[in-house]
């Protein structure tokens, strides 16, 4: 089924159109199934936790929010550990909403506050199930336009509450689709400073968290100069792809 669908996103719903219903080919086909070309790793299939409240979503979505989930839910470890060794990424827009309810920090949004109580669950849940904690860090917190940093302070408390309290979290993001909302250069200066965070809190580096991103819309000339000034502190870069994107230019172009 992924196999299929990635084959329609990529335009060629008429080449399996035309496998499925024109005359067969004059010459065979041979394929070789002793030989892999590419493989993926054992975290490839991997799923995701949002933030989205009830009034933004249809009924079938509802009380899926991150902050509602339950996550002690034996059924729902039973699901989720099912994915293992895979990775669940909490985020999404509203992931640069999100307040840690820990230190001195701005007023919480009704529905996007993570008391420390959520976030070990959360942690418990993905040690239960085996799975990878990636979590998206809040970007915009304290930022006042696009060419501005943000404000860390509510960052480094709840990384300072991470690594006190052991809970296991596999990588950071930082962000969600932000492209267009801040400036690539002063993005990646912050990156730099959750980089030294993490350092400093990890000293291990055999336990220390991935720093990841920047978690946006393909946009090449944002993600080079992005990664010309922050690469090197990264562990690895993630993009999203939507049906219709030309993802071949943008891979071209990022890579000059």
Not at 139 to 149: C, I, L
Request: hydrophobic letters at 40%.
């Amino acid at each position: 089924v992924i196999w299929l669908a990635s084959l329609m996103d990529a335009g060629l719903t008429q080449f399996l159109t035309c496998l499925l219903f024109c005359s067969p080919l004059s010459n065979a086909l041979t394929i070789n199934f002793t030989e892999a070309i590419g493989t993926t790793g054992d975290g490839y299939v991997s799923f995701n936790f949002d933030w989205h409240l009830n009034s933004e979503e249809s009924p079938a979505w509802f009380n899926s929010s991150v902050l509602v989930l339950n996550m002690k839910n034996p059924q729902l470890i039973y699901l989720a550990s099912q994915l293992s060794p895979g990775h669940l990424r909490v985020g999404g827009s509203e992931g640069d909403v999100a307040i840690y309810d820990v230190g001195n920090h701005l007023p919480c949004k009704p529905g996007f506050c993570m008391s420390m109580d959520k976030w070990k669950e959360l942690g418990e849940f993905c040690q239960a199930a085996k799975i990878r904690l990636v979590f998206g860090l809040n970007a915009m917190y304290g930022r006042p336009n696009k060419t501005s940093h943000f404000d860390p302070s509510n960052t480094r408390s709840l990384l300072e509450y991470t690594a006190k309290n052991k809970i296991p979290v596999y990588g950071f993001e930082f962000g969600n689709e932000l492209q267009s909302k801040i400036d690539a250069s002063y993005m990646a200066d912050d990156y730099i400073t959750i980089r030294q965070m993490i350092n400093e809190l990890w000293p291990d580096s055999t336990t220390r968290p991935w720093l990841i991103g920047p978690d946006e819309n393909p946009n090449s000339e944002f993600l080079k100069e992005l990664l010309e000034k922050a690469g090197p502190v990264l562990n690895a870069s993630t993009y999203h792809i939507y049906p219709g994107t030309d993802f071949i230019s943008f891979f071209a172009l990022s890579m000059q």
